[in-house]
């Protein structure tokens, strides 16, 4: 098997990707000026898949080869299924973009890349996809803020929501455009943060951290009409909602919870919360 190590200016990256067409890559490393990522093909395909890069690189007027190596094929096979694991949170079921679910009862969520937060591991995560097929409903207009990955976007746009994403971060946003395309679900995401959120929706999804809640809380509230789903709460930090609630003149309809990995006592909170 082969590996090739490829160095690529960060904005150009994912044209490569829609470009290569589905082609596994793994990222190395990643800034704001250039994306240094690994190729992987069996030898009999190796010579393609290399002509394929070098005139992807070619068209982009940018890019290169910078080391191309041979390795053993189990290491490579058992690196990937390290990674990745499929990850159940009813009705969803996430999985790494190379595995095809079967089954007719869960609804996949295809993760390419994963370098934003939003793997499906982190219980905040988990917590939000649990109250989405609860809360969401077909044709409702959806905004996450704080889309990292697009997971959660992914997942109500699955159910037939119509889905804007907005992310802080330029590197999310690529990601969470890269990962919808990959599940074959529209979802409009761009660069910015809750000023830039300029309608109101039936539902705001937020998996933020607590000093984000303190700084926008009102002006997240004026963005919904018929929920808010919001986690990211640790803790102690329940309380803080609770107050910032009923003082917005909100009504939290649902709490639930999950444990830190290997700390049952240290829990997560989701919350369901609507206008009084
Ligand atoms: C905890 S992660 C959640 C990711 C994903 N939605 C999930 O549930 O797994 C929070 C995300 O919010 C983004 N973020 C932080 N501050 C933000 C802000 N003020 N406006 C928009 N996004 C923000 C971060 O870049 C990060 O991707």
């Known amino acids: 098997m082969k590996k090739y190590i490829c160095e690529l200016p960060s904005d150009l990256f994912e044209i ?3 470009e290569l ?9 990643r800034d704001e000026r250039n994306t240094v990522f690994a190729i992987y093909s ?6 393609t898949i290399k002509e394929t890069i070098l ?11 910078v080391l191309e190596e041979d390795i053993q094929e189990e290491n490579w096979e058992e690196k990937w299924k390290e990674n990745f694991k499929p990850i159940l949170v009813e009705p969803f079921i996430i999985i790494p973009e190379w595995e095809i679910y079967e089954g007719k009862d869960l609804i996949p969520i295809k993760l390419k890349i994963a370098m934003a937060f939003g ?9 939000m996809l649990s109250l989405i097929p609860k809360y969401v409903s077909k044709n409702d207009k959806v905004i996450d803020i704080g ?4 997971i959660l976007s992914i997942a109500a746009a699955k159910l037939g929501a119509i889905v804007d994403a907005v992310d802080i971060e330029k590197k999310a946003v690529e990601e969470c455009k890269i990962n919808s395309w990959e599940n074959q679900v529209k979802v409009n995401c761009f660069q910015g943060s809750v000023e830039d959120v300029k309608d109101v929706y039936d539902v705001v999804l937020s998996n933020l951290q607590i000093d984000i809640f303190d700084k926008y809380f009102s002006q997240i509230k004026d963005k919904f009409k018929k929920v808010w789903l919001l986690s990211g709460i640790f803790k102690d930090e329940k309380d803080k909602i609770v107050k ?3 003082e917005n003149g909100l009504e939290i309809i649902e709490i639930i919870t999950k444990p830190e990995q290997g ?8 919350f369901a919360i609507k206008h009084k």
């Open 16 to 18: 490569f990707l829609v």
């Open 42 to 47: 069996q030898n009999e395909e190796s010579q």
């Open 263 to 270: 700390k049952p006592d240290d829990l997560w909170y989701g």
């Open 147 to 150: 889309c990292g990955t697009g």
């Open 55 to 65: 005139s992807i690189f070619e068209d982009l007027g940018s890019g290169k080869i």
């Open 244 to 246: 910032m609630a009923d």
């Open 21 to 29: 067409n589905g082609y596994g890559v793994e990222i190395l490393s």
């Open 119 to 127: 793997t499906g591991l982190h219980p905040s995560t988990q917590l």
